[in-house]
């Protein structure tokens, strides 16, 4: 907040002074300016604490992901949990367990998600168990 209220003052200074000299656009492409840098601000504010957090525990892989102002929590069997590479490529992973999907990777690459595959097959177990 501070970057930007240093920003809006030397950038306010110069505007008008360039008004007070008779170019009286340059105030309006200074607020243009601020206006789209304060949005570029507030997206990047609003998206700054986005996560994912994956834990695997005896009985269960607990899923919590934070996007924006919202956060989901989710509880999926770990012996009936199936692990859904994605079918494109940019696409995340799908993990399914008795109806519930979601969908994780967002903040991974492309090579990372594939490794997160593995281990994370390795850690469920290689086949899903009957009556999931």
Do not use: N
């Not at 079918?87 to 992973?93: G, P, S, V």
Request: charge should be positive; hydrophobic fraction near 45%.
């Amino acid at each position: 907040m501070q970057a930007y209220s240093v920003l809006c003052v030397v950038s306010l200074t110069i505007a008008f002074s360039f008004t007070w000299r008779g170019a009286w656009y340059i105030l309006g492409f200074a607020v243009i300016e601020l206006a789209a840098v304060g949005c570029a601000f507030l997206c990047y504010a609003r998206h700054a604490t986005d996560c994912e957090h994956i834990v695997l525990t005896d009985d269960l892989l607990v899923i919590h992901l934070i996007q924006a102002d919202q956060a989901r929590h989710f509880k999926l069997i770990r012996h009936c949990t199936k692990v859904d590479p994605p079918a494109k490529r940019h696409r995340l992973i799908g993990l399914e367990s008795s109806g519930t999907r979601v969908e994780v990777g967002r903040f991974l690459t492309e090579y990372k998600r594939r490794e997160f595959i593995r281990e994370l097959r390795q850690e469920l177990g290689s086949a899903v168990m009957p009556g999931c």
